[in-house]
């Protein structure tokens, strides 16, 4: 906003020749006003794992992380918030004799605020963060590897995840 409070910016490149003023529905400001944040947070990780023979192991992780929240580009939008995110896994890493692997884990994770980009009608790309709510994910991932004789490697992998807005 300008100093009498009409919206846009005033472009002060000596190399723009016309338009000066900037209307918000063409550009976003550099300077969007006082969106001060200021977001604390931590991440954890512990892991249990268990040789059950000496290739096959078995494992289970907690883990967290975290994104702090900020200021939006765009004149007039609010700040978002942080958003934070707890996983569970459950995985194993095998060894089926000496030309076949698998590995796999299942997990849960738990995604409060999560942080979402809008993109306005018009304004070039600009784009705006919002906390769209919370979320959660169940899923499933595999890997396998085989190795029917040498020279030859044939590998798959894939993961199916089940997310849902909360």
């Not at 001060?36 to 078995?58: C, F, Y």
């Amino acid at each position: 906003h300008q100093a009498d409070g009409t919206p846009g910016c005033w472009n002060s490149d000596p190399a723009v020749i016309y338009n000066k003023f900037i209307h918000p529905s063409r550009l976003s400001c550099i300077n969007t006003g006082n969106q001060n944040s200021h977001d604390v947070g931590e991440t954890h990780k512990v892991s249990l794992s268990w040789q059950a023979t000496p290739d096959k192991m078995i494992y289970t992780t907690y883990s967290t992380g975290f994104r702090p929240g900020g200021g939006n580009r765009l004149a007039g939008s609010s700040p978002y918030k942080p958003d934070t995110l707890t996983n569970f896994e459950l995985g194993w890493k095998t060894r089926w004799g000496s030309n076949f692997r698998w590995n796999a884990a299942v997990y849960y994770e738990k995604w409060k605020g999560v942080q979402y980009v809008v993109i306005p009608p018009g304004f070039q790309g600009a784009g705006v963060v919002v906390n769209a709510g919370d979320a959660r994910v169940y899923g499933i991932e595999t890997d396998l590897e085989w190795r029917p004789y040498e020279g030859l490697t044939l590998t798959a992998s894939g993961a199916l995840n089940d997310a849902k807005l909360a």
